[in-house]
């Protein structure tokens, strides 16, 4: 089992820039690929960017790419989310999720999901 602890959401301007921490515990984090998602209020849970256990592969929604980058310190037991350029409309609880495979990483289904953190982008 892993266990998986974001941080880093609060308040941005539209523009403006957050970076979002997922903090691994347990089982080691380096077996699993992981993904941020994000979930509005009223809407489904959408996908935003996914790592390769290694870090050596990223892959992207078209809503966030070229403004989001996914990376993550294995040592570290961290993943990151840097979000730059952000929209009023990205305002959502965003989540982390590792799975034991890339291929189903980027589904809203799973195990190993975050509490969340909230993040609010004002106009």
């Known amino acids: 089992q892993v266990q998986l602890v974001e941080s880093g959401g609060g308040l941005a301007q539209a523009g403006g820039s957050l970076r979002l921490s997922c903090a691994a515990s347990g089982r080691t984090s380096s077996n699993y690929s992981m993904g941020w998602f994000r979930q509005a209020p009223g809407k489904g849970r959408e996908f935003l960017a996914a790592i390769s256990r290694s870090g050596g592969t990223t892959t992207y929604a078209d809503s966030v790419k070229g403004r989001f980058t996914i990376s993550r310190v294995n040592i570290k037991k961290t993943m990151y989310l840097q979000m730059n350029s952000l929209k009023p409309e990205e305002t959502a609880v965003y989540y982390c999720?590792?799975?034991?495979?890339?291929?189903?990483?980027?589904?809203?289904?799973?195990?190993?999901w975050g509490q969340g953190t909230q993040v609010t982008v004002s106009s």
């Open positions: 999720k590792a799975d034991e495979s890339q291929i189903r990483i980027a589904r809203v289904s799973g195990r190993h």
